[in-house]
């Protein structure tokens, strides 16, 4: 059964701490052993694959202004990790880069991912690459994409706008309903935290949501990125997140939702804490190059990338495992 809170409930939830909070969480986690009950978790390996960028958001350190080193993997050289990741027994792929809608750069994902899915065909390929145009997203999809992850940010258009002064709330809708009609496995996600977010912004998030059928949903820490237009400015709460995750969960048991490395960076063992309040997926950074990474600096240069060992940690932790094959399937 799939609850329904009112406002007044949800903001109450995301506030909550202590006792209340250990309740919220062991009630999400009920949902999720429902529907998962082989307690399985989701291993993704991301790829950056490039860190060109168009746009000019607040909180990114990697914006079209700043003035960091660019650069694009070679379809050879991400060949070559795949087949790395591949042998360690990772199925789901998660390939990441800056907004790039350049007819080039298109055809040259659209032929990796081609590459990729030849060669391994029960490897999940997952794309996270911004905003694009629905001729893109289709060729993209035809040639093998399987998910696609377009976080919405923020439900506030007027706080969107703020923090993404290239874009706008209404094109993003636009692009996750053309993900949904070309069907792609979508998800998308909040960050919490941003400067000038109210709580009711982020109550408004998780109805904003209900409102796709998605497959993946998460949310984030607001991370003051260094590099970014946002750097002295206060990270996001992480109990709030977690608050949130846990609600997410509770209400929409069957979705994938990630322990982001956020968590971690906003306090330690935050991602364990993650899996705690209901999430069953996580990202491995073994896939971009250790040379490349300090040129991806989504939130940070600094950021956390978490490695296999302590990814296999937290996850023995939360008493879950690593997915058979990979892709975790729901009980329904
Ligand atoms: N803090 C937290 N999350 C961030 N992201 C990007 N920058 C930050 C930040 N400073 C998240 C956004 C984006 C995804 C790729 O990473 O949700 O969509």
Same mark, same amino acid.
Do not use: W
């Given at each position: ?12 939830? =995301? ?7 250990? @309740?919220?969480? *062991?009630?999400? @986690? ?7 009950? *082989? ?16 746009? /000019? &958001?607040? #909180? &990114? $350190?990697?914006?079209? @202004? ?8 070679? @379809? ?9 990741? %591949?042998?360690? $027994? ?14 080039? %750069? ?21 794309? &996270?690459?911004?905003? =694009? ?14 998910? #696609? ?10 706080? %969107? ?18 993900? =949904? ?9 909040? !960050? ?5 977010? /109210? ?20 949310? +984030? ?10 750097? $002295? ?14 609600? !997410?969960?509770? !209400? ?7 322990? +982001? ?10 991602? #364990?804490? $993650? ?7 996580? +990202? ?14 989504? #939130? ?33």
């Amino acid at each position: 059964m799939v609850e329904r809170f009112t406002e007044e409930m949800i903001r109450k939830k =995301l506030l909550s701490r202590g006792e209340e909070q250990d @309740r919220l969480f *062991a009630s999400a @986690r009920e949902k999720r052993e429902e529907r998962f009950p *082989a307690r399985e978790v989701e291993v993704r390996s991301v790829i950056e694959i490039s860190n060109v960028c168009r746009q /000019t &958001c607040l #909180y &990114c $350190g990697m914006n079209r @202004r700043s003035k960091r080193k660019r650069y694009t993997i070679t @379809r050879d050289d991400l060949l070559a990790i795949v087949s790395n990741i %591949y042998s360690k $027994g990772r199925r789901v792929l998660l390939l990441q880069s800056g907004e790039n809608d350049s007819r080039k %750069y298109v055809d040259f994902i659209s032929s990796c991912v081609e590459a990729v899915k030849h060669q391994f065909p029960d490897l999940a390929v997952i794309l &996270c690459m911004g905003n =694009l145009k629905h001729a893109q997203y289709r060729q993209l999809r035809d040639s093998g994409a399987d998910r #696609y992850i377009l976080k919405f940010e923020t439900s506030n258009p007027a706080l %969107y706008k703020k923090i993404k002064p290239g874009d706008s709330l209404q094109q993003r809708v636009d692009c996750l309903n053309d993900l =949904l009609e070309l069907r792609y496995q979508v998800g998308t996600g909040n !960050m919490i935290g941003l400067p000038d977010q /109210t709580l009711q912004d982020i109550v408004n998030d998780l109805s904003f949501m209900m409102n796709f059928k998605l497959t993946m949903m998460s949310s +984030t820490v607001f991370i003051p990125g260094e590099d970014s237009g946002y750097r $002295g400015e206060p990270a996001g709460d992480v109990d709030t997140v977690l608050n949130f995750m846990a609600l !997410m969960r509770i !209400m929409n048991p069957g979705l994938l939702i990630p322990a +982001t490395s956020s968590l971690e960076k906003g306090r330690r063992g935050g991602q #364990y804490e $993650g899996l705690a309040a209901g999430a069953n997926a996580v +990202t491995v950074h073994d896939g971009t190059p250790p040379e490349l990474k300090q040129h991806f600096p989504i #939130y940070s240069a600094k950021r956390f990338t978490p490695d296999e060992d302590h990814i296999r940690e937290i996850v023995s932790r939360a008493e879950l495992k690593f997915a058979q094959n990979g892709v975790v399937r729901t009980a329904l």
